[in-house]
């Protein structure tokens, strides 16, 4: 195979359909931003929004806003926006708190459902806060449950007659391997198990279909790839069939079937509302639709086309070029989320030089040097010049 030029990176950017979205965001040009996985770029909309949400909502409108300004509704609005990416229905979706505070709401309430059954069951390897909530949850419960983490290849053998929820995050953050998200469903609920997935490095990037998939409990992040600011809103997703059971452990008084009557006594809101706790943070909410509105403009099958080719391209170059790394991540994009590790004894300090040299991408210990693509913003060409650079900084070190 012909080492790839900086060429051949211009001609797949050429013909790439979807170039036309880098516009739209606000990047610099100084840098190299293979961190879209850990927070997605500015959408120059967004700039114009906030700044309409805070002089004329906020500043000028003031309480009037939560009616004539549809603030009430935001959280709906954007989760009925987001069921879109994510093969739901709008009722089905919410937007709320952050993906760890939905994750306790939704494994309390899937616990509830399952009260002969005393197993929440996990991958090893999961992103933490996932494990952490479990645990804490547990604590709270008065230990009667237990959290059991497998190897993501042996989760499917483990679920059992005592397995309550099965707790997945779809895309690992570490290494990016794909779950196969319709057979392990299917088979957790042949077992009688809950399944809750973690669609934290899925939404916007990969075409997922909840409905076809039969899965019953959801939770995503608004800061990655929908591209919704430092600590946007996270959302939340329960099957409509599931929607009457489940209780919610933060009976808040928006969750509360009647907020504005200030009754003494709680009483769950039909359907998804009572999973709404306290007043949403509408700034956030707003950018977060911006984020949401861009990503519903791009055809998703396009998105995932782009990101395996960015994935596949960057393993090529790095291996053309003889680097010392190693891949760490699925070899196989059908089976990779829209991120490449690798792994390198002094990955640390490698990736500080590379930052330092204006690309930016991750670090995850104890090993790995993590690069993220989205596909909105990233070029081949910042591709090209990513493993240049990491060629160089390379070299400077040996
Ligand atoms: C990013 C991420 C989160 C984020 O949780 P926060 O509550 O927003 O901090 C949760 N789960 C996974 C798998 C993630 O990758």
Redesign the pocket.
Known sequence: MLIPTRRTAEGLDADDSLGKFRERFLLSEEILYLDGNSLGALPRATVDRLDKVITQEWGRDLIRSWNVNGWLDLPRQVGGKIARLVGAAPHEILVAD???VNLFKLLAGALGIRPDRRVILSESDN?P??LYIAQGLIQLLGKHHRLRTEPAGQIAEAIDGETAVVLL?QVN?RTGALHDMASLTTHARAHGALVLW?L??STGVLPVDLARCGVELAVG?GY?YLNGGPGAP?FLYVAEALQEELRTPLSGWLGHVDPFAFEADYRPAPGLGRFLCGTPGILGLAALECGVDLALEANIDQVRWKSMALGDFFIALVEEAGLDLALVSPRDARHRGSQVCFRHPHGHALMQAAIARGLLGDFRAPDILRFGFAPLYNRFVDIWEAVAILGEVMEAAN
Do not use: E, I, N
């Open positions: 952050s993906t760890s992103f806060t996932d995050t953050y973690d934290a490095h992040c990655k996270a």
